[in-house]
């Protein structure tokens, strides 16, 4: 069984900060009504930077083309 708690005390100060950045950019469009909770899309930084949540950096899409947008 997972530690959850454990696993997040041992995440650096960065890796905290961009996953709450994540999680801000995808609460901004489910109040816009752009995804929901379950619908499987993902939404996407268009600059490559979790940091930045402007409107015009965000997209959504499915998981494979998000995917295949990976960094190389």
Do not use: C, F, I, Q
């Amino acid at each position: 069984m997972r530690n959850y708690k454990a696993e997040y005390a041992r995440e650096t100060r960065e890796r905290r900060d961009k996953r709450a950045a994540r999680n801000r950019a995808r609460y901004s469009l489910m109040k816009k009504g752009r995804v929901k909770k379950g619908d499987g899309k993902h939404v996407d930084h268009k600059n490559r930077n979790a940091l930045d949540n402007r409107p015009g950096n965000l997209s959504v899409m499915s998981r494979a083309s998000n995917l295949a947008r990976r960094r190389k």
